[in-house]
């Protein structure tokens, strides 16, 4: 028996490991009822039968880490009898093991050479490729949006076309259909669907492969072909299949056609979840598969939430025929002790309550996590440094982060760019000082500056760096470190790849005593992350361009530069110590389905806890199953959105908390501005309520 | 016994290679999990061997799984490595493209010895009759000696790996023989064999039960820098132990797939749909 395992599993989690008698079920309930660690039994008794394989198929990396956590306590290594794969990613591999079948479709313009797998980042480099010109041209012309905004959500509907499964050629027509507005800004559909066929075009004559061609070259060719069927059904004999409503239709219509073949099938479904829709992510759509399944079985017990806590849920669903009293709130829900009129006070408040918490016997057990619908650098610096002040380890979950944010990756492409002059690319005076004090050890800015010789204020920009001037106020050793870093990089070779130029810059100079990467594992890591990077975007080119290194190195920079090449997901690999503070937007922490003790969430009034990013270009439910086409998108619809986009949020959030939600908001949010959205009303009416029936009204 | 390593770690014949290699490179690599990225070698030709190594055992595999040859030629010759078809057409000249019986390319198999998963990733695994082979394509530029491969931890785990999961070591398989066989593609007519027996597996057995138990038994500072300052030269982490500054150039490679195992970011950190 494993530590991770129900020690006594109830009626619907005994029925779910049997897969003899229950071998093809759809498993329903809600968020902590127990689902996962069923199936967990379920693989417990598939692996006593070593020659049989299971494929454990989750939405998203984060929701494997349970499958993860039991292999390594059975000592089970992955990929030999268990294989634990995201959908994505099964069908990237597969594309590539299986591209002859593709080749021989003659799809793409030289089918018979190495497809050229694009990522997220490297698909907006070439959408700018043919957007850039249509701008030039006045198209786009109702639009503000910074450009790589512009570029993603096309990329979106292409995705989205694919997901759903519609054709990309219908994406103008659906969006622009669905638009109540000025009759101007329908052009801008049809600028869409232009710019998407133009790049669908060139994608297939250059070999490249976005996500969306994947999902589409997989249904369309791969799935149906005999010898990819021969091989997939060879490849599993088991399906457990995790948070199936977090994925989008095309997976569900590849598990409804693959269940026949297979011995046995779980597939497990929350309720009130599909958190990832704006990644196409459909419960409806999953719905579909209990009907094909032999047997349906629903749980409803909560494992996680103390009673209050539940009780609590069931209020909120239906605040209107509600009564709460006020001890469920005592016992439920904390409050700042005073009213916050500003963020800061708002952040000491909530230092305050873990302090107190922690202080509590058997406190520094407890799991917390500080959830709010964003988080900018000064949140996650103020908090985790005040909490940090209170020696409370802190960990961090981002959704994604900018290279260029990171000081080691900033001060490499400065130093990069002054080792290729021939780019021209200009570097500020501030820059470049404050790279060379990243980089030598005991330089500081002033003394940076001093090396870096006048200042000229027409011309704040330098694009080589210069040879250092002697001043009795800087040491020698410094302007030595100094110029043999400079003669280190004018002496490169401009045509050597990007990414082993780093790594001799790294290993040869940085890594070096008297340079400041010297034993410093991190800047191994955000070197790694350069190389990398470069590395993908660099397979994505043409093989001109490959052939080119300089030119390759030069379109690299300025794509990070212009913000095209700039996320990195550290989030899905980071390892989180186990005794910290997380401090996560809501989205993410509800796709880790991690329980905790205490939440806090911030600012309830902010309207981010339920409304969808502002996107013109694009639009989720418009391009969804579910939406008829041709009907228009009202503010009624938006509105109903967000409540159920609210209910689904606070549904979600309880259902993973143990014992207590600290609510905290100030008067004003970070930005100085004053928030009123409906999570802050929800509150209110609560209290209205408990009041009410307090004073017996 | 430490806790440095946890129960669940797998150990495999490149992470043993590397133990041999440098103690002090296993723990960088596999229990401090450090990713410093300083180059193996100086100049591209290596990194653009192994790249075209990888396409050719993609093509192999793909015949395994049963596409006409004439189509996989056709993806062989639009390769930008032209060394890719001329490999691929000696495979597919050499007896090896025809082997018969249960043929399993790319195969993974596990096995637990000292309480540690051990896996051995086979390029084919040939099942033919009482024939039990493990093939292994190879496209390096010098052959190497028989008496090196038989030193390779390689050819001992996977004997022993697979031996166990078809359960040749039980009594009434006395007589059963694995041959691992490395085909190199730039030297067709010189495969090396290494046949092994039962004995052969207990031997392995032992010897790599007891490497595992001596790397589970090192404290921190035993997994101790080598003394053999040469191998420095080839290892990424010569900066951080302040051994070497510059990377040597390939061909005074001494050791093969220096690659395998390193330290490296997640593909999916660089993307965002799932
Ligand atoms: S540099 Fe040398 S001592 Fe250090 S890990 Fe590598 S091989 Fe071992």
């Known amino acids: 028996m494993t530590g991770i395992l129900p020690q006594t599993p109830d009626e619907t989690q005994r029925n779910t490991t049997d897969y003899v008698d229950f071998p093809s079920l759809f498993l329903s309930g809600p968020a902590s009822s127990g689902k996962t660690s069923a199936s967990l039994l379920r693989l417990q008794n598939i692996l006593e039968n070593p020659q049989e394989s299971t494929l454990i198929l989750v939405p998203q990396r984060s929701l494997a880490e349970p499958f993860h956590q039991f292999l390594r306590e059975l000592g089970i290594a992955e990929g030999d009898q268990v294989s634990i794969q995201t959908m994505s990613s099964l069908v990237r591999r597969m594309i590539s093991l299986f591209w002859p079948i593709i080749a021989s479709h003659q799809v793409f313009e030289h089918p018979y050479e190495e497809p050229r797998f694009l990522t997220l980042e490297t698909s907006q480099y070439y959408m700018a490729k043919i957007v850039d010109p249509m701008i030039d041209q006045g198209r786009f012309n109702n639009i503000t949006l910074p450009l790589n905004r512009l570029y993603s959500q096309i990329i979106d509907n292409l995705n989205k076309s694919a997901l759903v499964g519609f054709p990309h050629t219908e994406i103008g027509q659906r969006l622009s259909s669905a638009f109540i507005g000025e009759a101007a800004r329908q052009n801008v559909f049809s600028d869409v669907q232009n710019a998407v066929d133009q790049f669908r075009g060139y994608c297939l004559q250059n070999n490249l492969v976005d996500y969306s061609l994947q999902v589409e070259l997989f249904c369309n060719i791969l799935w149906s072909n005999q010898t990819f069927q021969k091989y997939i059904t060879n490849q599993y004999d088991h399906l457990i299949y995790d948070n199936s409503e977090e994925d989008p239709p095309y997976v569900h219509n590849i598990i409804a056609q693959w269940l026949p073949s297979l011995k046995s099938t779980l597939i497990i479904h929350d309720d009130q979840a599909g958190y990832r829709s704006f990644l196409g992510a459909d419960p409806i759509s999953s719905l579909t598969l209990e009907k094909l399944c032999q047997q349906s079985l629903v749980t409803t017990r909560n494992y996680v939430s103390s009673e209050p806590i539940q009780e609590l849920r069931d209020c909120l669903r239906d605040l209107k025929n509600c009564q709460p009293t006020q001890g469920l709130i005592d016992k439920t829900i904390g409050f700042p002790e005073k009213r916050l009129c500003f963020f800061p006070e708002l952040l000491e408040e909530v230092t305050h309550e873990i302090e107190v918490i922690r202080a509590l016997p058997g406190g520094d057990q407890k799991k917390i996590a500080i959830l709010t619908p964003y988080i900018s650098d000064s949140l996650r610096f103020s908090l985790s440094h005040s909490l940090e002040t209170i020696g409370v380890q802190v960990s961090i979950q981002k959704p994604s982060s900018s290279l260029t944010q990171d000081p080691v990756i900033k001060t490499l492409i400065i130093l990069s760019k002054f080792a290729h002059p021939t780019w021209e690319i200009r570097v500020s005076y501030l820059d470049a000082a404050v790279a060379l004090t990243n980089a030598i050890e005991g330089l500081d800015l002033n003394r940076a500056h001093l090396l870096l010789g006048d200042f000229d204020q027409h011309n704040p920009y330098l694009t080589a760096l210069p040879e250092g001037v002697p001043s009795e106020r800087i040491p020698s050793d410094l302007i030595e470190r100094y110029t043999g870093l400079r003669d280190w990089l004018l002496s490169s070779d401009p045509a050597e790849p990007l990414h082993s130029f780093l790594s001799r810059l790294f290993g040869e100079v940085l890594s070096q005593a008297g340079f400041r990467f010297e034993g410093n594992t991190q800047s191994g890591t955000s070197t790694a992350v350069l190389m990398e990077s470069f590395r993908k975007f660099s397979i994505s080119l043409d093989r001109s361009l490959q052939e080119n290194q300089n030119l390759a190195s030069q379109a690299f920079i300025k794509a990070i530069d212009s913000g095209l090449i700039s996320a990195l997901y550290l989030s899905e690999w980071e390892v989180q110590p186990n005794n910290s503070v997380l401090i996560a937007p809501v989205m993410s922490y509800l796709m880790r389905n991690e329980p905790v003790d205490y939440q806090f969430w911030l600012n309830i009034g902010s309207q981010g806890w339920y409304e969808r990013l502002e996107q013109p270009l694009t639009h989720p439910i418009v391009l969804s199953r579910n939406w008829q086409t041709g009907k228009q998108w009202t503010a009624d619809d938006e509105l109903a959105y967000n409540q159920a986009n609210l209910q689904r949020t606070i549904s979600g959030l309880l259902l993973r908390c143990r014992e207590k939600v600290f609510a905290f908001t100030s008067d004003y949010n970070e930005a100085g501005v004053e928030e009123r959205g409906q999570l802050l009303t929800v509150f209110q009416n609560l209290f209205r309520k408990a009041l009410r029936s307090k004073n017996g009204r | ?274």
């Open chain 2, 1 to 274: 016994m430490t806790d440095l390593i946890s129960p669940d770690f797998t150990f495999s014949q490149s992470n043993l290679q590397t133990f041999d290699y440098c103690r002090r490179r296993f723990y960088l690599r596999y229990v401090k999990k450090l990713i410093w990225p300083a180059q193996l070698v100086s100049d591209q030709q290596y990194i653009q061997d192994r790249e075209a190594g990888v396409r050719f055992h993609r093509l192999v595999h793909q015949h395994f799984l049963g596409f006409e040859a004439s189509l996989l030629r056709k993806i062989a010759d639009g390769d930008p490595d032209i060394r890719v078809a001329t490999w691929f057409e000696t495979f597919l000249a050499s007896p090896m493209a025809t082997l018969q019986g249960k043929l399993e390319p790319e195969a993974l198999f596990t096995t637990k010895i000292a309480g540690h998963p051990l896996s051995a990733k086979v390029d084919l695994l040939q099942i033919d009759g009482e024939n039990i082979s493990i093939y292994d394509w190879k496209t390096s530029r010098h052959l190497p000696k028989l008496s090196t491969l038989q030193k390779q931890t390689q050819s001992k785990v996977y004997p022993l790996v697979i031996s166990r999961a078809l359960n040749l070591g039980q009594p009434g398989y006395e007589t059963a023989r694995l041959r691992m066989i490395y085909w190199e593609a730039n030297f067709p007519g010189q495969t090396i064999e290494i046949p092994s027996y039962q004995n052969d597996w207990k031997k392995y057995q032992l010897e790599i039960a007891a490497s595992i138990e001596l790397i589970l038994s090192l404290r921190r500072e035993e997994f101790v820098a080598t003394p053999d300052e040469k191998k420095c030269a080839w290892c990424e982490y010569r900066s951080y132990c302040q051994r070497e500054k510059i990377a040597v150039d390939s061909k005074d490679i001494e050791m093969t797939d220096l690659l395998e195992g390193l330290t490296k970011i997640p593909a999916e950190a660089f993307d965002s749909w799932g």
